[in-house]
């Protein structure tokens, strides 16, 4: 397919994420996957997960299953990958050693590329003496200049080698970044950068020019670490002779000290966003907020009408401040957007999965309308759904605290009034905290101590009326 990358031209629209299973899954992977999600879907194109394992050192057993995990949970599908094959596989650059081996030797076949077979001591010194220099950390091009015919046979009779980029001497090189306009480059300020390494497996650089352009990807997104790449990529390019796709480098996500968001500084792990509560519909509004301003401004928008509006070229080339405080916003937003029904259903989840809470203290909550009033009257009050089961822990747990002897006084006082209720309602429920609030001279935040051990939460006689008279009786008697 011979594709024309004018930014207007109609073309088949081609994106992909490339992660490496090195860790857990990182926010910033799903960053980079809601832009090439949104955009491929606006233009009928394919979103294509492309596993970038080649740094055996780094890899991480299981660590591809948590990007799938990661991808599904946050219902960005994409339309090939390992897991769901295509016509471009294999998606997985282990199983495709061979052909970045054959491309690497047409290079060197051309004069663009060379064997080297600099051990690692060696360059270790060169480092070093370049380090006191105070000269710039590149290899000093020992082997670029031998003779192809040595060099063949060296390989032949077994001799450990690499292979490396011959970087042309004083170029410029352009790369061209569609949300930062043209970067120029120094040629001579590059390194002979290693394609193939000595295991045989392709570094980073050869793979992912030889993968992007065999998977007719169109436009492609990856964060700003990797503009000071591009420009080897441009050689790689030229020297094959192969058409370049559209580049868009995302500006890093910062912490509010503009520090790059990162595992020490900063929450990165998508885990840690599942275990605090987020809703992932909220997460993917809130990075697409980060990463692009809606025309109107609107801050709060859905995944539908972001891929409607949505251009890569709109994405700001400014490091966005990742503000929790937002987020929590946000996501208090689309849980009071859910019906009772759905919130309930993923507060259980949420529990199940990941709190793990002992919901069936009171073997009621596993009714449904019990489970629903408590959501109810919770829901305005949550930014997260762990936020519920702190709140209205009341229902979940038996007491923990300890009372001193003045307030065991009201809570004695308090079963035996309320032990008298017949209709056991809100409203009755009030009229004896006023009652008790009278005799013993003491104001709501106290009574509200003393009933559930903490300062503030739902509203009293609401929470005891669901919790019912024998349990609430139950657990005051158990602090007296
Ligand atoms: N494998 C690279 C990473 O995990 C991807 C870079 C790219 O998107 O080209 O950071």
């Known amino acids: 397919m011979i594709v024309n990358l004018d930014l207007d031209k109609k073309i088949n629209v081609r994106t992909r994420v490339a992660p490496s299973p090195t860790g857990y899954p ?27 394992d080649t740094d055996r050192k780094r890899f991480v057993e299981g660590a591809e299953e948590k990007i799938y995990e990661a991808l599904d949970w946050f219902n960005l599908e994409e339309d090939e990958s390992p ?75 077994g001799e450990s080698y690499t292979i490396r ?23 001579n300020l590059i390194d002979d950068q290693v394609l193939i390494k000595s295991d045989g497996f392709p570094t980073y650089h050869l793979a992912v020019v030889v993968d992007d352009h065999l998977m007719e990807i169109t436009h492609l997104v990856r964060a700003e670490e990797w503009i000071s790449s591009s420009p080897k990529h441009i050689l790689l390019y030229d020297f094959f002779g192969w058409e370049k796709p559209l580049f868009f480098h995302t500006a890093d996500l910062r912490n509010p000290d503009k520090s790059k968001l990162s ?20 997460i993917l509004n809130y990075l ?54 759905e919130l309930s259903k993923r507060l259980k989840e949420y529990n199940h999965n990941l709190l793990k809470h002992p919901i069936e203290k009171n073997k009621d909550y596993e009714d449904e309308d019990i489970f629903e009033r408590i959501v109810i009257l919770s829901q305005s009050r949550i930014s997260t759904l762990k936020d519920f089961f702190t709140l209205a822990q009341v229902f979940f747990e038996n007491p923990k605290y300890i009372l001193e002897d003045d307030k065991r006084s009201v809570a004695k006082a308090l079963i035996t009034q309320l032990k008298e209720i017949k209709d056991w309602n809100k409203d009755n429920i009030f009229l004896v905290f006023k009652n008790i609030m009278q005799d013993y001279k003491i104001r709501m935040p106290v009574l ?6 903490q300062e503030k939460g739902l509203p009293l006689p609401e929470t005891l009326e669901i919790l019912g008279k024998e349990e609430t009786v139950k657990c005051l008697k158990s602090l007296v």
């Open 26 to 52: 990182h926010i910033g992977t799903v960053y980079q996957s809601l832009f090439d999600y949104a955009f491929a879907k606006k233009n009928s194109g394919q979103f294509i997960v492309r596993i970038e």
């Open 83 to 157: 897991r769901k094959d295509g016509l471009y596989g294999p998606y997985r650059q282990s199983e495709r050693l061979g052909i970045y081996k054959k491309y690497a030797e047409e290079l060197v076949g051309k004069g663009n590329a060379y064997y080297c077979f600099c051990l690692p001591q060696r360059l270790e010194e060169v480092r070093k003496i370049q380090q006191a220099e105070k000269k710039p950390l590149m290899y000093d091009k020992c082997c670029r200049n031998s003779s192809l015919l040595e060099a063949k046979k060296k390989v032949e009779q």
């Open 165 to 187: 980029l011959k970087v042309p001497e004083n170029q410029k090189i352009i790369v061209k970044d569609e949300i930062r306009g043209e970067i120029e480059f120094e040629s």
């Open 263 to 282: 595992k020490r500084h900063g929450h990165t792990n998508v885990a840690w966003y599942q275990e605090e509560g987020y809703l992932p519909e909220a």
């Open 288 to 341: 697409a907020h980060l990463g692009w301003s809606h025309p109107k401004e609107e801050e709060v928008f859905s995944l539908e009408e972001f891929i409607e509006l949505f251009e890569l070229k709109d994405l700001s080339p400014v490091g966005p401040i990742f503000d929790f405080d937002k987020l929590n916003w946000m996501n208090g937003i689309y849980i009071r957007q859910l019906t009772v029904k």
């Open 448 to 453: 509200y101590g003393i009933v559930t051990g």
